[in-house]
C-alpha cells in the first residue's frame, strides 16, 4: 500500500511541475520589465512624442512636471524637474496604449526629443473581449466598413479625376491633393507624394487639421487635428524618382470662411517638410 501511494504523489508531482515551472516564468517575465529613463531639468523643455494622442500624463513626484493639452489631444507633451529624487512617468495614449518611464533629474541635457513607437508601449488599459459572440459580431462589422473603404479607395486611386491644382513643395518632395470626394458619411482624400530628388523620402507622419482664426485684438491660430477612419496605401517610404498615392478617409465635415483645413508631411529625421493650407471652399464642395 505505501508503495502504491509513493507512485501516486510522484505522477502527482511530475504532472503539475510543467505548470509551476510556466507560472513561474510568466510571473517573472511581468515583473522584471525594464524601464527606459528620461532626464530633464528646469531651463529646458524635453518634448515627448507618442505615436496616438495623449489622454492622460501623471509623474509619481513634485520637482517633476509633465504637460500636455488636456483640452485638445495632441500627440506631444513637455517634462521638466527640478532637483531631486528620480519619480517615473506614466502617459495613456488615447487607444488605451500605456507607456511607463523613469525619470531622473540631469543638470547637462544631451537629448531634448524623444519619439517614442508603439513598441514601447507596456500593455493596454482596455479588457480583452471574451464574448466568442460579440467579438465575431465586432469584427464582422469592422471586415466590411474596411471592405468598403478599400474598395471606395482602389475605385478612387483608378479615376483620373481632380478637384483642382492643389500642390506645395520643398527640395524636390511635391505634395498634391489629386481629389475630395464625398460618400456615405466620410471624406476621401486621394493624395499624391513625388519624390524628385536623389534621396529616399522616409516618412515620419501625414497629418490632417482644422485652423481657426481666433478673433480679438490678439489675433493666433488653434489647430485640431483630425484621425483618419481608414489610410489605404500609405508608404513610409518613397524612393527616389518615386510618385505614390494614397487614400485618407475621414469623417466628414465642413468649415466656415474663418476656418481651413491644414495638411502636414514630415519627414522621419529630415527636414524635407510641407505645411498645405486647404481652403474650405474645396472641403465644402468635393466630388
Known sequence: MRRYNHIFIMLFIFAFTPRLCSAQATAHAQTTHILDTIYANETKNVAL????????????SDNFV????????????LLQ???????????????GSIFSYIVRYKKQLSKLNYFIPESNSIGNEKPTVTDS?????????????????????SYLLNRKQ?????????????LSVENIVFDK???????QIENNSTLDYDLNFLNL????????????????????????????????????R??????????????????????????????????????NNPN
Open 185 to 191: 458619411e466620410e471624406l476621401y482624400f486621394v493624395i
Open 66 to 77: 509633465f504637460t500636455y493639452n488636456r483640452e485638445k489631444e495632441q500627440y506631444f507633451g
Open 209 to 244: 487639421s482644422i485652423e481657426t482664426r481666433q478673433k480679438g485684438k490678439k489675433k493666433s491660430l488653434q489647430r485640431l487635428y483630425q484621425e483618419p477612419i481608414h489610410k489605404h496605401s500609405l508608404p513610409l517610404k518613397i524612393a527616389e524618382s518615386e510618385t505614390v
Open 133 to 153: 459572440i460579440l467579438a465575431e459580431s465586432s469584427e464582422e462589422q469592422v471586415d466590411n466598413r474596411t471592405y468598403h473603404y478599400q474598395k471606395f479607395c
Open 81 to 95: 524637474a527640478k532637483p531631486g529624487k528620480e519619480s517615473n512617468l506614466l502617459v495613456v495614449n488615447r487607444n
Open 49 to 60: 512624442f507618442f505615436p496616438e494622442p495623449i489622454r492622460q500624463g501623471i509623474t509619481g
Open 162 to 174: 481632380r478637384i483642382g491644382r492643389i500642390k506645395k513643395r520643398n527640395e524636390g518632395i511635391v
Open 246 to 283: 494614397f487614400v485618407y478617409v475621414l469623417p466628414k465635415f465642413s468649415l466656415s470662411n474663418d476656418r481651413r483645413a491644414i495638411l502636414e508631411l514630415n519627414e522621419k529625421d529630415g527636414e524635407r517638410n510641407i505645411e498645405m493650407k486647404l481652403s474650405h471652399k474645396y472641403i
